[in-house]
C-alpha cells in the first residue's frame, strides 16, 4: 500500500524481457537503506517487488500481466520513473490510499503549462470512468492527485509547482500513455450498486431503499 506522495525520481538503467517476464533496473536517488530484498516499491505507480540492490540502485522483477497492462514495458533506459516506499504505520498518510495495482492505461491528451504550475487532461479508459468523482482521489503514474473537472472521458487535475518539478509529470509529453489507479472506495462502492442486479445508483433504486420521498 502506498500514499501517492512520490519521495523520489530515478531513472531507468535497463530493462530485459525474457519471454513473457523480465527485469527492471533503476537508478534510486532515493534512500535505500530501509529497502530490504523482497519489500514492495512503487514505480510508475506500479506495485513492484525488489529483487537485488546495490549502492544507489535496485532490481524488480516484471511479469507478463504488468508488461501488458501497464506503461514499464515501454520504457527505455533513462527513462525518468516515480518512486515511492510502501506506507507504514508511522508514515503520514498525505495523499490518499493507493494500492500500486493498476487498472487501465490513459493517454496524456493535453498539458497546459500555467507559470510554475499545470493543468493535465487524461483519457480514461472504458470502463474506469465509473469510479471517478470530481474532487475525489485518483492515482497518475503513481501521483495522488485530486480530480479538478470531468468533461466527457478526460479527467483534468490541477498540477501545483512541486509536483510537476519533482515527478515524472515534468517530462511528460502530450500523447504519453499514463498508468491509472482510481480510488479504491470508488471500486468498493460500483460494486457494491453493481450487484444490485445491474441496476446501478438510479432513482428507483434509492426510492426503494428509502433515501426519497414522495412529494
Known amino acids: 500500500m502506498f500514499t501517492g506522495i512520490i519521495e523520489g525520481v530515478g531513472a531507468v538503467k535497463f530493462i530485459e524481457k525474457m519471454g513473457a517476464f523480465g527485469r527492471i533496473g533503476i537508478e534510486a536517488r532515493l534512500n535505500l537503506d530501509e529497502v530490504n530484498l523482497g519489500d514492495s516499491i512503487s514505480i510508475e505507480g506500479v506495485c513492484l517487488t525488489v529483487t537485488a540492490k546495490e549502492f544507489g540502485s535496485f532490481t524488480a522483477d516484471l511479469s507478463d500481466e504488468t508488461l501488458r497492462l501497464t506503461t514499464l514495458g515501454e520504457l527505455k533506459s533513462g527513462s525518468p520513473v516515480n518512486l515511492e516506499r510502501p506506507l507504514t504505520l508511522s508514515k503520514p498518510l498525505g495523499g490518499h490510499l493507493v494500492t500500486g495495482h493498476i487498472d487501465g492505461v490513459g493517454v496524456l491528451k493535453k498539458k497546459i503549462i ?102
Open 114 to 215: 500555467k507559470g510554475g504550475s499545470a493543468e493535465i487532461y487524461i483519457s480514461m479508459p472504458q470502463g474506469l470512468m465509473r469510479q471517478v468523482v470530481k474532487k475525489g482521489s485518483i492515482a497518475i503514474d503513481g501521483i495522488s492527485l485530486t480530480v479538478a473537472d470531468i468533461e466527457g472521458d478526460l479527467v483534468k487535475a490541477a498540477i501545483i509547482p512541486h509536483t510537476l518539478n519533482n515527478t515524472s509529470l515534468k517530462a511528460k509529453k502530450e500523447g504519453a500513455r499514463v498508468n491509472i489507479e482510481t480510488d479504491i472506495i470508488g471500486k468498493y462502492v460500483e460494486k457494491f450498486f453493481s450487484a444490485k442486479e445491474g441496476k446501478g445508483l438510479t432513482e428507483g433504486f434509492l426510492a426503494e431503499h428509502g433515501f426519497l420521498k414522495e412529494g
